[in-house]
């Protein structure tokens, strides 16, 4: 069957119903951007490159509200790429984790894990920024130092 639409013949398909299926919630929470893995001791979150200001603050938004997200230390760890944030981008990341940081967690610590000079000057920028904050931010430059400290 053809049906007439703006000028242009369309063929009218016949799809199938959609089986819509129950999704867990913090699967599909996991694998947003960025990805968020929870281990064992830890959280951990892998922006991927490239990742911009609004994407940081999804993922902040769902550690700090998703209901299934342990209370836990995190790790982040991004891949070496030129971010696209600004350094006013980093004083309200600070401010929207002031402002909405739980009471009563656990969450004492989190590491920072770079991959380049840039990266690095950034992430201490904002450690130093951030050093009113409930939680303690240190930046490595080597993953296994970040676990290692995250798991003291």
Do not use: C
């Not at 063929?11 to 893995?37: F, G, R, W």
């Not at 790429?81 to 739980?102: A, G, M, R, T, V």
């Not at 050093?131 to 490595?140: A, C, G, N």
């Amino acid at each position: 069957m053809w049906h007439r639409f703006a000028n242009r013949r369309i063929q009218a398909l016949d799809l199938p119903a959609l089986t819509i299926m129950k999704v867990n919630p913090i699967n599909a929470i996991q694998t947003m951007s960025p990805e968020i893995s929870i281990r064992k001791e830890y959280i951990l979150v892998e922006p991927k490159a490239g990742i911009n200001y609004r994407e940081i603050r999804r993922a902040l938004a769902r550690l700090l509200y998703a209901s299934g997200i342990p209370d836990k230390n995190g790790i982040w760890v991004f891949r070496e790429s030129q971010e696209k944030f600004s350094d006013d981008d980093l004083y309200k990341l600070k401010d929207i984790i002031k402002e909405n940081y739980p009471k009563d967690v656990m969450i004492n610590k989190t590491a920072i894990v770079v991959g380049s000079e840039s990266q690095s000057r950034t992430a201490e920028s904002f450690r130093q920024n951030a050093e009113d904050l409930p939680l303690e931010i240190r930046v490595f430059s080597d993953f296994q130092a970040a676990e290692d400290w995250i798991k003291e």
